[in-house]
């Protein structure tokens, strides 16, 4: 292409520019332009821009340091934590401990209890029934007495005087019952 326009400039014929066609002076403008650009954007922008990518950076890593501090606090209190739950787990068996122990004592306690109201009901029906076994042995020494009085009077026919004979019957009957005693 560089050859065909050297080529019509060289036959005179005029030349319609195209975008591929390579003009040395606008070259060496563009480059000066360019350097010129260069030269201002280094004084001016290149500080600004260091500066900003500089503040990033320190943000960053301050960020950085938060998070590892957050880290770091984050771990404190998970071992804080799990510190509290092994004590309330230990609080709480002994606890249960205790409640096992205090049960058992009032189990003991109301057994005991228990045992002590039985015997003592036991005792006092075994009062009970020695009383009613003594209050019938008595009723059938009287009507033991009666009876004998009864049949001697038959036997002998006679009417005997029945106070003194109940003396004599009641008498004759508590030396048998001692004697039955022994």
């Given at each position: 292409m560089i050859l065909l326009g050297l080529l019509q400039q060289a036959a005179g014929e005029e030349h319609v520019p195209s975008p591929f066609d390579i003009n040395g002076g606008v070259i060496i403008w563009t480059?000066?332009?360019?350097?010129?650009?260069?030269?201002?954007l280094y004084k001016m922008g290149y500080p600004a821009l260091l500066?900003?990518?500089e503040e990033r950076e320190r943000r960053i890593q301050k960020q950085l340091e938060d998070?590892?501090?957050?880290?770091?606090?984050?771990q404190r209190l998970l071992e804080e934590h799990k510190k509290q739950?092994?004590?309330a787990r230990t609080e709480a068996q002994e606890i249960l401990a205790k409640a096992k122990t205090v049960s058992q004592k009032e189990r003991e306690t109301l057994l005991a209890k228990a045992r002590e109201e039985y015997d003592a009901l036991l005792a006092r029906a075994?009062?009970?029934?020695?009383?009613?076994?003594?209050?019938a042995i008595l009723a059938l020494r009287r009507e033991a007495v009666e009876l004998s009085i009864a049949?001697?009077?038959?036997?002998i026919e006679a009417n005997l005087d029945t106070d003194a004979n109940r003396k004599l019957v009641?008498?004759?009957?508590?030396?048998l019952g001692k004697a039955e005693k022994k």
């Amino acid at each position: 292409m560089i050859l065909l326009g050297l080529l019509q400039q060289a036959a005179g014929e005029e030349h319609v520019p195209s975008p591929f066609d390579i003009n040395g002076g606008v070259i060496i403008w563009t480059v000066i332009i360019f350097l010129i650009l260069l030269g201002i954007l280094y004084k001016m922008g290149y500080p600004a821009l260091l500066k900003m990518v500089e503040e990033r950076e320190r943000r960053i890593q301050k960020q950085l340091e938060d998070a590892e501090k957050a880290n770091v606090e984050a771990q404190r209190l998970l071992e804080e934590h799990k510190k509290q739950i092994a004590a309330a787990r230990t609080e709480a068996q002994e606890i249960l401990a205790k409640a096992k122990t205090v049960s058992q004592k009032e189990r003991e306690t109301l057994l005991a209890k228990a045992r002590e109201e039985y015997d003592a009901l036991l005792a006092r029906a075994r009062r009970d029934i020695d009383a009613e076994k003594d209050k019938a042995i008595l009723a059938l020494r009287r009507e033991a007495v009666e009876l004998s009085i009864a049949a001697a009077s038959r036997v002998i026919e006679a009417n005997l005087d029945t106070d003194a004979n109940r003396k004599l019957v009641t008498d004759f009957l508590e030396t048998l019952g001692k004697a039955e005693k022994k």
